[in-house]
């Protein structure tokens, strides 16, 4: 495999913390270089801002100028259409926000269509609907919450059919450790009361499988599950998919660290280039220049 060839996507969940300078951003970066230096170490990010703000033309262009060739966001339908309107009713906007990244269309990973907890197999198809409409030139993941969609049975036959029929990723949220701990730091307990608890399905139904996992903030208690993962994707790539991998973990500070293990531990089982050095650790004048 070339060394300079990835054949995986590896982020966090955000590029944007101030808490990051001198830990992993260099000492002097400023936020306008925040997106630089994170692409100078990882070659994908979850862009969970759309959920909440659309951003502008010029933003979307700038960000891809920020950013090496093979980088790849991993934008999150907004809110609105997910959460709100629950899907019904909103292909024009569908159209109108996936046309808006088309400036960087190299640079998408798939979009991530996060449903809340109460959108149930009864509404299954709205998504058929909007599926049927969504430009091929991208690709899409979808991430169900309702337990009804885990329910090894009709309504999870349904789902997966759905989505292989559309060559659709289904988001896998493994949040087992996250709740398994008996927690003390509050970073754990509010992430405790956000992020659900779903059962994990390890199956893909399109071809770049998209993990992501929150544990706790430390390197040896995510340790078996990042290991287990690591075997997992180990697979997914030997059977010819791109997966997309993303760490999260309570305290946001630690993900970097545990990107950087989680690739460690994919290592020993891929042959794969080794990460860039962190900026904080560089001592390069060129540092945010592509």
Same mark, same amino acid.
């Given at each position: 495999?070339?060394?300079?060839? +990835?054949?995986?996507?590896?982020?966090c969940?955000?590029?944007?913390?101030?808490?990051?300078? %001198?830990?992993f951003? !260099?000492?002097?970066?400023?936020?306008?270089?925040?997106?630089?230096q &994170?692409?100078s170490v990882?070659?994908?990010?979850?862009?969970n801002?759309?959920?909440?703000?659309?951003? %502008?033309?010029?933003?979307?262009?700038k960000?891809?100028?920020?950013?090496?060739?093979?980088?790849?966001?991993? &934008?999150?339908?907004?809110?609105?259409?997910?959460?709100?309107?629950?899907?019904?009713?909103?292909?024009?906007?569908?159209?109108d926000?996936?046309?808006?990244? *088309?400036p960087?269309?190299?640079k998408?990973?798939?979009?991530?269509?996060?449903?809340p907890? #109460?959108?149930?197999?009864s509404?299954?198809?709205?998504l058929?609907?909007?599926?049927?409409?969504?430009?091929?030139?991208?690709?899409? !993941?979808? *991430?169900?919450?309702?337990?009804? &969609?885990f329910?090894?049975?009709?309504? *999870?036959? =349904?789902l997966?059919?759905?989505l292989?029929?559309?060559?659709?990723?289904?988001?896998?949220?493994?949040?087992?450790?996250?709740?398994? +701990?008996?927690? #003390?730091?509050?970073?754990?307990? /509010?992430a405790? =009361?956000?992020?659900?608890k779903v059962?994990?399905?390890f199956d893909?139904t %399109?071809?770049?499988?998209?993990?992501r996992?929150?544990?706790? =903030?430390?390197?040896?208690?995510?340790?078996?599950?990042?290991k287990?993962?690591?075997i997992i994707?180990? /697979?997914?790539? %030997?059977?010819?998919?791109?997966?997309y991998?993303f760490?999260?973990?309570?305290?946001?500070?630690?993900?970097?660290?545990?990107?950087?293990?989680f690739? /460690?531990?994919?290592?020993?089982?891929?042959?794969?280039?080794p990460?860039h050095?962190?900026?904080?650790?560089?001592?390069? #004048?060129?540092?945010?220049?592509?």
């Amino acid at each position: 495999m070339s060394k300079h060839v +990835m054949p995986y996507h590896l982020g966090c969940s955000l590029w944007s913390l101030p808490e990051w300078k %001198g830990v992993f951003y !260099s000492e002097d970066a400023k936020p306008a270089q925040f997106l630089s230096q &994170f692409a100078s170490v990882f070659n994908a990010v979850e862009g969970n801002s759309t959920f909440y703000n659309i951003p %502008g033309r010029s933003v979307i262009e700038k960000w891809g100028q920020q950013t090496p060739r093979d980088f790849k966001f991993c &934008f999150k339908f907004p809110k609105h259409i997910t959460h709100e309107k629950r899907m019904y009713n909103v292909k024009g906007e569908v159209l109108d926000f996936v046309r808006l990244f *088309e400036p960087i269309r190299e640079k998408l990973g798939p979009f991530m269509i996060q449903f809340p907890e #109460t959108f149930s197999p009864s509404e299954l198809y709205r998504l058929e609907d909007v599926f049927s409409i969504l430009p091929k030139a991208f690709s899409y !993941s979808v *991430e169900m919450r309702h337990k009804d &969609f885990f329910d090894h049975g009709r309504n *999870e036959r =349904n789902l997966i059919s759905l989505l292989k029929s559309y060559d659709v990723d289904r988001v896998i949220f493994d949040t087992r450790k996250l709740h398994s +701990m008996k927690a #003390t730091e509050s970073s754990i307990i /509010e992430a405790q =009361n956000k992020k659900p608890k779903v059962p994990v399905r390890f199956d893909t139904t %399109g071809t770049r499988p998209v993990l992501r996992y929150v544990g706790s =903030n430390d390197k040896l208690n995510n340790e078996p599950y990042l290991k287990e993962w690591a075997i997992i994707v180990a /697979e997914w790539i %030997g059977e010819g998919l791109h997966p997309y991998v993303f760490i999260h973990s309570p305290d946001r500070v630690s993900q970097a660290e545990l990107c950087r293990y989680f690739h /460690e531990l994919l290592s020993e089982l891929v042959d794969l280039p080794p990460l860039h050095t962190k900026p904080a650790d560089r001592q390069d #004048t060129q540092l945010g220049l592509f």
